[in-house]
């Protein structure tokens, strides 16, 4: 396993729609594995493949980062099956690093996609788990949390990350 780099705000990747894994090869299989790696690593509770730079629809969800096998979630192909009340709550992304804004989603949700064997799995999940899933499905979707917040709060921080990566240009 290798840890993977984190793209942040401002790649083209992150806000491309990620393809369906038509196969679970071991190319897939292998990437998953490292974004597994790279979340406990970052740490951080979710990760989309996009975020390291594969278009493939596959996230990894882990509450416990990589303290319980249990709460260790790695979805192919996954779908919101069905979503229930709402709970706007703080949330961050490990490609928009250390912004952190409120965001309403779902409070309860049901989705559905295979595991790295392609058998099919259902993950059950509210409050928190409702939340990273969703954050993680919508980065397949190529939308980052940022696109939920006012516009004018976007705008200062697609600035600040924009500022951020021309000053790493010149260095
Ligand atoms: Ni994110």
């Known amino acids: ?97 250390e912004v952190r804004e409120k965001v309403a989603r779902p409070y309860r949700v049901k989705v559905r996609g295979l595991d790295l064997e392609g058998r099919p799995v259902e993950v059950e999940g509210e409050d928190l788990l409702a939340r990273v899933l969703c954050h993680e499905i919508d980065h397949l979707d190529g939308i980052l949390f940022v696109e939920k917040l006012s516009a004018l709060k976007r705008a200062l921080i697609k600035k600040k990350f924009k500022k951020a990566a021309a000053d790493a240009k010149k260095a």
């Open 1 to 97: 396993m290798a840890l993977r780099e984190i793209l942040i705000i401002g790649h083209p990747i992150l806000t491309e729609k990620a393809e369906p894994v038509a196969v679970i090869d071991e190319e897939i299989v292998r990437l998953a594995r490292d974004m597994v790696e790279t979340v406990h690593a970052a740490p951080g509770l979710g990760l989309a493949a996009p975020q390291v730079g594969a278009g493939k629809r596959i996230i990894v969800v882990d509450l416990s980062v990589g303290q319980d096998t249990e709460a260790l979630h790695v979805l192919v192909n996954p779908e919101i099956a069905a979503k229930e009340g709402e709970s706007v709550c703080e949330e961050g992304c490990l490609s928009v690093p």
